[in-house]
């Protein structure tokens, strides 16, 4: 079955970095379009980038453009997520998540997630 | 960039009764409109897609409706297991991607 295994979370000082791993399973990895999506305590979620199945298309959410880059290695079945000039507003639980796709169409609702990775960036 | 705005923020429903969850999009998203559900310690779950279209293994208690800029999310014959909170999502107009705040579901 389909599994996302995110990896590399913990306590960061502020202005630090930390990379982030995501080990997916179950599906043809480098077939699908893929997300990180993040949710701060008590807040709701945020999208936070997406990269295309093959890598070559990559989106940012505003509030982590140039600081945060998102890549991937289709032969290890792997998301990345490398995380620079880390800010408290940062600290959250991050989420890999997969689109759905039908046939050759991805449509970007996120029908599997894994299960977080908390950030804590701390002063 | 698109603003979800989810009401109520909690809501305490008694089993056995109707929860209307209601989901507003701050311009048109067509129906690319999704919904989860997202319990303490578990990965979000995928509900609805497509306004209205259930996901594979979701009860037929969970319905989806609307278009436009007007969504709705109704759990009919509430059950304890459904206590959890609960997002939608729009995919019409990207990037970004938004979700709304969430909607709290408590059994009574």
């Known amino acids: 079955q389909v599994q996302l295994v995110e990896s590399g979370g913990g306590v960061v000082q502020l202005g630090g970095s930390l990379g982030l791993s995501c080990a997916v399973s179950g599906f043809t990895f480098s077939a699908y379009a893929m997300h990180w999506v993040r949710q701060a305590p008590g807040k709701g979620l945020e999208w936070v980038a997406v990269i295309s199945y093959d890598g070559s298309n990559k989106y940012y959410a505003d509030s982590v453009k140039g600081r945060f880059t998102i890549s991937r290695d289709n032969s290890k079945n792997t998301l990345y997520l490398q995380m620079n000039s880390l800010r408290h507003e940062d600290t959250a639980v991050y989420y890999c998540v997969k689109v759905f796709m039908s046939g050759l169409q991805s449509y970007h609702y996120f029908d599997y997630w894994g299960q977080g990775t908390l950030v804590t960036v701390s002063s | 960039e698109i603003v979800m705005t989810q009401s109520p923020a909690t809501l305490s429903v008694s089993p056995g009764e109707r929860a209307t969850l209601s989901c507003r999009a701050s311009?048109?998203?067509?129906?690319?409109l999704a919904w989860y559900q997202h319990k303490v310690g578990q990965a979000p779950r995928l509900l609805i897609y497509?306004?209205?279209t259930r996901a594979t293994g979701i009860p037929d208690r969970f319905s989806g409706s609307g278009s436009g800029t007007e969504f709705t999310l109704t759990i009919s014959g509430l059950q304890s297991e459904d206590s959890a909170l609960y997002f939608c999502?729009?995919?019409?107009?990207?990037?970004?991607?938004?979700f709304g705040q969430g909607t709290k579901v408590e059994i009574k």
């Open positions: 497509g306004a209205s």
């Open positions: 311009q048109s998203v067509s129906s690319n």
């Open positions: 999502q729009q995919y019409n107009n990207w990037p970004p991607w938004t």
